[in-house]
């Protein structure tokens, strides 16, 4: 199911008014369609409160097991499993779409990026797309640096990017966006985007901790593409 918007508010007295309006006007065919639309939302409320809560309970209590292995550097149980308990490949398949679920993908992207299988690896991370401030992130930012392993900087570009705006209005601002606003710099200096990368390289400089390692780096290389221009 997609997920909600809440960035647009909506005002229910002006949605209702245009239902009542649409609805004189069209009376005859409502009355026709109206058992589809009732079942219609009488399926969503079901799914939602019959099918989708206990799925995302029953996720979350499989995948700890799993947790646990990948926290004792046991990677090929955490992805596969044993005998009494699923592996993240599994939880991602059997909930995909829950919570635990895009966990679950996460931490395959991160297993299999370490393997060196960065197809399957980007595939995964693709599908961890959750609002959690550091993991939501690193998924998008993981993306990215799987396309600059398989060669594709113009992709590796445009999620690096993202990646560091979604964590510039984030809790991990401080942390996470000058990592990645450095590593999308570099791409696009890669591809001769020359005033793009120093548009990054100035956001690092201007707007972040002058003490961290990525300010010195940015601050280098912003000074390397201005001499360029000499």
């Not at 060669?151 to 445009?158: I, K, Q, Y």
Request: glycine residues 8%.
């Amino acid at each position: 199911m997609a997920k909600q918007n809440t960035d647009n508010i909506v005002d229910v007295g002006e949605v209702y008014g245009k239902a009542e309006s649409f609805f004189d006007k069209n009376r005859k065919p409502l009355m026709i369609g109206g058992g589809v639309i009732v079942a219609a939302i009488a399926g969503f409320f079901a799914y939602e409160f019959l099918i989708k809560a206990p799925k995302e309970k029953e996720a979350a209590n499989s995948i700890w097991k799993a947790i646990q292995y990948q926290e004792l550097d046991s990677a090929s149980l955490a992805l596969n499993g044993g005998p009494d308990f699923a592996g993240f490949e599994e939880i991602a398949e059997k909930y995909d779409g829950t919570k635990s679920g895009k966990v679950a993908h996460f931490w395959c992207g991160v297993n299999y990026r370490d393997m060196g299988e960065y197809e399957k690896a980007l595939e995964h991370f693709k599908k961890a797309d959750f609002d959690d401030e550091a993991l939501g992130v690193l998924a998008i930012g993981n993306v990215g640096d799987m396309y600059v392993m398989l060669g594709n900087n113009e992709e590796a570009a445009s999620w690096l990017e993202k990646a560091a705006k979604r964590a510039g209005s984030s809790m991990s601002r401080n942390y996470l966006a000058p990592q990645y606003i450095l590593k999308a710099a570099k791409v696009n200096m890669e591809l001769g985007r020359d005033d793009r990368a120093k548009s990054l390289l100035k956001d690092a400089v201007d707007n972040y901790d002058n003490k961290s390692q990525e300010w010195a780096e940015a601050t280098r290389l912003l000074a390397m593409l201005r001499a360029k221009e000499l």
